[in-house]
């Protein structure tokens, strides 16, 4: 292998990386996209059908709590991690990310209905 491709060999010997089972780009690409097009329909088709603004707010924020703490621990169940860490600290940061979009809204006084 030397002969043929040394920086294979390098790789391979002394990183302990096997350059054939590294990521795919595209697969990694396309799975993104569609977890994050899943991702955004949940708090959509939760406010879709709810007309009054308060209860819109209310469903969009319990559908995407429980979402944050399915796929968070998903995503952790298959990384192996622990499923209470890894479920919080997802819902945590979209906890963050929902609390900053609000006060960005509150800020340019932007109307709900």
């Keep these: 292998l030397t002969e043929h491709d040394v920086i294979r060999a390098h790789a ?3 990183l302990g990386i ?3 089972e590294l990521a795919n780009p595209l ?3 396309l799975t993104s996209a569609l977890a994050f097009s899943i991702g ?3 708090p959509l088709l939760a406010g879709a059908f709810v007309v009054d603004v308060q209860y ?3 469903a969009v924020t319990a559908a995407s709590t429980l979402a944050l703490i399915v796929f968070g621990g998903l995503g952790a169940y298959l990384g192996g991690a622990s499923l209470l860490k ?3 600290r997802v819902l945590f940061g ?3 990310a929902m609390a900053l979009t609000y006060g960005v809204g509150k800020v340019f006084d932007v ?3």
Excluded: N, T
Aim: charge should be negative.
């Design 12 to 14: 391979r010997d002394e």
């Design 56 to 58: 819109r707010v209310i």
């Design 111 to 113: 109307s709900l209905s």
């Design 18 to 20: 096997d350059m054939d």
């Design 86 to 88: 890894g479920s919080g």
């Design 94 to 96: 979209g906890w963050v």
């Design 40 to 42: 955004a329909a949940v």
């Design 27 to 29: 697969q990694a690409s």
